[in-house]
């Protein structure tokens, strides 16, 4: 009943969001990207105080990012980067509450969750290795030595893999994993996409 009520995580929508994102123009779009942020946020609250510290962290970017968006009028993240350099590289980099910096952070844990899904589709049952294993090969290089700590306790309390599909809001397990298999692309397009952009402007180690 609890899975059933508004506000509940589906990753249908979250795969619609993500869906959503990228224009005929390979433009990434700011609102259904966010959205796409929220859903997953509201799942990860779901799972318990545990996962609070990433939750608070992540809320705070998007939120800061919506912020960004209003005033700005950003629609695309193309524009964002284009506007915040207008002011030259070096202004950019001294922002500490930039879009750009921002987006970044999001877009390195966009690609732990690209590798996480691929891990759970896979069929391999052990979630806290498969979580592991994708920050290790994505976010930990960014994180100091006491985030990495944290998170790493963290992902012990993970759900077991059974429980995923079923909080995936989709029917049964087979079909929660070929909706991971249509989710997946559409993430990787998303992130492929921004990997190319902020490579391009230097902009992938903004502090
Ligand atoms: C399901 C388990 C979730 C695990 C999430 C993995 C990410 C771990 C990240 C640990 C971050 C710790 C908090 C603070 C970090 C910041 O220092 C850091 C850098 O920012 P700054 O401003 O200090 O330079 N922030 C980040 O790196 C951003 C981290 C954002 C993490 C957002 C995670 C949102 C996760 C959603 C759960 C999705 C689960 C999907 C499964 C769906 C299938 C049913």
């Given at each position: ?116 899904l ?65 989710a997946i692309p ?22």
């Open positions: 009943m609890a899975a059933a009520a508004a506000g509940a995580f589906s990753l249908r929508e979250v795969l619609d969001a993500f869906r959503r994102c990228v224009t005929e123009q390979r433009e990434v779009l700011l609102e259904p990207y966010l959205s796409g942020w929220r859903g997953l946020i509201r799942f990860l609250q779901s799972l318990g105080t545990v996962f609070s510290f990433i939750s608070k962290d992540a809320v705070a970017k998007v939120t800061l990012l919506e912020g960004h968006c209003q005033r700005q009028r950003f629609v695309s993240l193309q524009s964002m980067v284009e506007q915040e350099l207008a002011a030259g590289p070096a202004a950019l980099r001294a922002r500490p509450d930039s879009g750009c910096r921002t987006v970044l952070r999001l877009h390195r844990a966009l690609r732990w969750l690209q590798l996480f691929e891990g759970l589709r896979s069929g391999d049952p052990r979630t806290s290795v498969l979580c592991t294993d994708a920050y290790d090969a994505s976010l930990a290089a960014h994180h100091p030595w006491v985030v990495r700590k944290a998170a790493r306790l963290a992902f012990c309390a993970l759900p077991s893999r059974e429980a995923f599909l079923e909080v995936m809001n989709v029917g049964p397990p087979e079909e929660a994993v070929a909706m991971l298999g249509e559409y993430i990787g397009d998303v992130y492929g996409i921004t990997q190319e952009l902020f490579e391009r402007h230097k902009l992938l180690d903004l502090p």
